[in-house]
Nanobody, 122 residues
Framework: QVQVVESGGGLVEAGGSLRLSCRVFGVKLADYQMGWFRQAPGKELEGVAQISAEGGTTYADSVKGRFTIRRDGAKKIMQLQMSDLKAEDTAKYSC????????????????WGQGTQVTVSS
């Protein structure tokens, strides 16, 4: 059984930084494509960043230059480093994993975590 677990959310002031972490249990993280998605109240689920098993990355235009996605094979963890946070980044952030997906289309990911809340105060 595959389990995806996020951590690291919280409250931060605008302009601040936060790092989210994601662990996957039941499969080998290094073999999977990983993505971060977010959903703000009243809005649709949005793809934020994606990293392939080979290390290639894709970012939503809204976070380019501010967010960095990376994976640490030794620690079996995937992280999203968020900097220069804005009020509009406030959302529930979810980590997703898939063996074959190389996009930010949420419908293509098989495994999802419960999410972690990020709140940016202005």
């Amino acid at each position: 059984q595959v389990q995806v677990v996020e951590s690291g959310g919280g409250l931060v002031e605008a302009g601040g930084s936060l790092r989210l972490s994601c662990r996957v249990f039941g499969v080998k993280l290094a073999d999977y494509q990983m993505g971060w998605f977010r959903q703000a109240p009243g809005k649709e689920l949005e793809g934020v960043a994606q990293i392939s098993a080979e290390g290639g990355t894709t970012y939503a235009d809204s976070v380019k230059g501010r967010f960095t996605i990376r994976r640490d094979g030794a620690k079996k963890i995937m992280q999203l480093q968020m900097s220069d946070l804005k009020a509009e980044d406030t959302a529930k952030y979810s980590c997703a994993a898939d063996a074959y997906c190389y996009s930010l289309r949420s419908s293509e990911y098989d495994y999802w975590g419960q999410g972690t809340q990020v709140t940016v105060s202005s």
